[in-house]
């Protein structure tokens, strides 16, 4: 019997994609107002900064995450100021985000239909609490989570098999009744299909080589849409009916 349903935050409840293009259009614009230095050199050092706070952090370090820390790195590189610039290039980013969330379509219903069933509903997340808290308010979302769970608070990240395992202490609840929804491949489904978890895909926003790891990870559980989930009365996640 399924107890609880989790659901990945980014590109699962909204589209992270769309957000973040715009956001980093608005932090390129920002240094081409203000520093006069174009966009396309801008998002160049943003790619770069990324890419060398990866290697120095690890992927798995929420601290990666961070936009003020990579902001703070794009202006040492040009040596401009870094305060009060970091701050307020990290600020325009998220802010521009924020604004721009769009809830994805049949999300809402899959969660009020999940919760008039009484399954505990959480949200397993990378990235740092502060921002997803508050992207899952401004998505109207918040009443339906029982619990928020952010790879900072786990001390560590998905796909590790600790972070789900943190998950669990949320609830009382093992593994093989619980399901986890995300769109991330290796993160949501190999880290949750590795936790001894049930597991379903959410295929919206494909990225390449995902097919052929979904097949050698044997996922069975496909949501190309949220509406597909709920039909004759029932909750589908996939072929798994709740």
């Given at each position: 019997?399924?107890?609880?349903?989790?659901?990945?935050?980014?590109?699962?409840?909204?589209?992270?994609?769309?957000?973040?293009?715009?956001?980093?259009?608005?932090?390129?614009?920002?240094?081409?107002?203000?520093?006069?230095?174009?966009?396309?050199?801008?998002?160049?050092?943003?790619?770069?900064?990324?890419?060398?706070?990866?290697?120095?952090?690890?992927?798995?370090?929420?601290?990666?995450?961070?936009?003020?820390?990579?902001?703070?790195?794009?202006?040492?590189?040009?040596?401009?100021?870094?305060?009060?610039?970091?701050?307020?290039?990290?600020?325009?980013?998220?802010?521009?985000?924020?604004?721009?969330?769009?809830?994805?379509?049949?999300?809402?219903?899959?969660?009020?239909?999940?919760?008039?069933?009484?399954?505990?509903?959480?949200?397993?997340?990378?990235?740092?609490?502060?921002?997803?808290?508050?992207?899952?308010?401004?998505?109207?979302?918040?009443?339906?989570?029982?619990?928020?769970?952010?790879s900072d608070e786990a001390a560590e990240e998905k796909p590790f098999k600790g972070f789900f395992d943190y998950c669990l202490t949320m609830l009382d609840a093992k593994?093989?009744?619980?399901?986890?929804?995300?769109?991330?491949?290796?993160?949501?489904?190999?880290?949750?299909?590795?936790?001894?978890?049930?597991?379903?895909?959410?295929?919206?926003?494909?990225?390449?080589?995902?097919?052929?790891?979904?097949?050698?990870?044997?996922?069975?559980?496909?949501?190309?849409?949220?509406?597909?989930?709920?039909?004759?009365?029932?909750?589908?996640?996939?072929?798994?009916?709740?």
């Amino acid at each position: 019997m399924i107890k609880a349903v989790f659901f990945d935050l980014d590109n699962t409840l909204y589209s992270f994609d769309k957000g973040t293009a715009l956001g980093n259009k608005a932090f390129g614009e920002y240094f081409e107002k203000n520093f006069s230095i174009p966009q396309k050199e801008a998002m160049e050092d943003w790619r770069e900064m990324m890419n060398m706070e990866i290697e120095r952090l690890g992927i798995h370090n929420a601290a990666y995450h961070s936009r003020i820390i990579r902001a703070k790195r794009c202006l040492m590189k040009r040596g401009l100021p870094q305060n009060p610039h970091a701050r307020i290039l990290a600020n325009l980013y998220w802010d521009t985000l924020l604004d721009n969330l769009e809830i994805e379509d049949g999300i809402e219903e899959l969660l009020k239909a999940l919760k008039e069933k009484g399954i505990f509903i959480g949200c397993g997340t990378n990235m740092t609490a502060e921002i997803q808290h508050e992207k899952i308010h401004r998505l109207g979302l918040e009443k339906y989570f029982d619990t928020i769970v952010c790879s900072d608070e786990a001390a560590e990240e998905k796909p590790f098999k600790g972070f789900f395992d943190y998950c669990l202490t949320m609830l009382d609840a093992k593994p093989e009744e619980c399901v986890f929804i995300g769109d991330d491949i290796e993160n949501d489904i190999y880290g949750s299909k590795n936790a001894g978890w049930n597991c379903a895909w959410y295929t919206k926003y494909p990225k390449p080589g995902n097919e052929e790891r979904a097949a050698e990870l044997g996922v069975e559980n496909r949501i190309d849409s949220y509406r597909e989930c709920l039909r004759d009365g029932k909750i589908y996640l996939g072929k798994l009916e709740i």
